[in-house]
């Protein structure tokens, strides 16, 4: 199953700016609603970063939709290996819990998305 973020270059710099110009305008208007958030709150000082965790977290979740618990884990790790503090990995979790509920799938990820919701 190909993701919506495959098409980005992640952890790099203007991984953000790739977030929001992709061919999918449903997907871009999530990643600029994250981005705005990210640089308004200004408790991301690096938004290239946190953009890409973002998409790893969605990733992670979608590529684990058969066994959402491992998918749940891979995102917490993911986010925690990043050194994100609370107040980022509430913003990232909540912002894909939003892209994630806001779309339609051709696989069931409701209860990922009920993991997610948890964070």
């Avoid at 495959?6 to 992709?22: F, L, N, P, Q, Y």
């Avoid at 600029?32 to 973002?54: H, N, Q, R, W």
Wanted: charged residues 30%; proline residues 2%.
């Amino acid at each position: 199953m190909k993701t919506k973020t495959e098409t980005m270059s992640k952890r790099k710099i203007g991984a953000a700016e790739a977030a929001i110009h992709t061919d999918n305008e449903h997907w871009n208007r999530y990643a600029l609603e994250f981005l705005c958030t990210a640089k308004e709150s200004g408790e991301f000082p690096d938004v290239d970063k946190a953009m890409g965790i973002y998409c790893d977290v969605l990733d992670a979740i979608q590529a684990h939709h058969d066994e959402p618990l491992k998918g749940d884990r891979e995102a917490v790790a993911l986010v925690a290996k990043a050194g994100m503090n609370e107040e980022q990995s509430v913003a990232i979790n909540l912002a894909a819990y939003t892209y994630l509920r806001g779309s339609e799938f051709d696989v069931d990820l409701s209860v990922g998305i009920a993991l997610l919701k948890g964070r």
